[in-house]
């Protein structure tokens, strides 16, 4: 069998996405009910992150242990890439002993090189152009409190970072009606609108989140300064000040808006307590359902 990749949520289609989060509903159930799922018996799952995570390196580590395989967590500082061994060569080697590898990445092209390199199934664990993961334990989510995505309105208020990327270009995939809020310089790059548009996505784009927010059935928010952004950190305070998800906010979406954020957050900032840890909050759900749907995606790649 051909080995695959996911380094965009475009490497699935609508097919394996539904497949994925039915898979995905059905492990949830018996975790639940404590049913054993040792599926991945001796398999192994390296987990390169040069970036900090919580969500991610957990669920996907408690993903292995639950199927009874093993999973690796190497950071890029104390493997040999750190001393300057080539991406290449580390795929290359990794290959002759893993079954899997996820890797969240300063760079994409790391991640691309990963992939091109082994022989292994490669998983963007987060880069600065996608977080594919993150999306199919959102859509598991929105499954489970809508049970649909064709004429579901997604708004996605604040920085057009790599999060909105993959649920653009996920909602094309899905059918669902996206529009974005933000400030102009932070609108999703082109060449994702344009993929979004060649896979027949509906998208608005305005920086107005009243507009936005009209209306909505999921006002999704994330951080304005991204890992890696740093730098700009005062500017970013400036410019999304007026893009907080708040009460005020969501009283312009539908009573029934599913409030998302993929986490961590900066309460008080991008949102506030209030809405974070109010009755129209899926966030908790969402961040458990990374574990169910990661599940469902390594079966798919590793099994
Ligand atoms: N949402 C998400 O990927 O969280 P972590 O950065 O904690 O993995
Ligand atoms: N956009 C955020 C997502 C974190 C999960 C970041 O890249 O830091």
Redesign the pocket.
Known sequence: MMKRDILSITDLSREDIYEILESAADLKEKRKSGESTEYLKNKSLGMIFEKSSTRTRVSFEVAMTDFGGHSLYLNPKDIQVGRGETIEDTAKTLSGYLHGLIARVMSHETVTKLANYSTIPVINA?SDRE?PC?ILGDFMTIMEYKNRFKGIKFTWIGDG???CNSALLGSAIVDMEFTVACPKEYRPKTEFLEKAKFLGGKFKITDDPKIAAKDADIIYT??WI???DEAEQEKRLRDFASYQVNTKLLSFAKPDVMVMH???ARRGLEITDEVMDGPNSAIFEQAENRLHSQKALILKLMG
Do not use: E, F, I, Y
């Open positions: 987060l977080h993150q970072n790599n999060v994330d951080v991204s890992m890696g993929c986490l961590p």
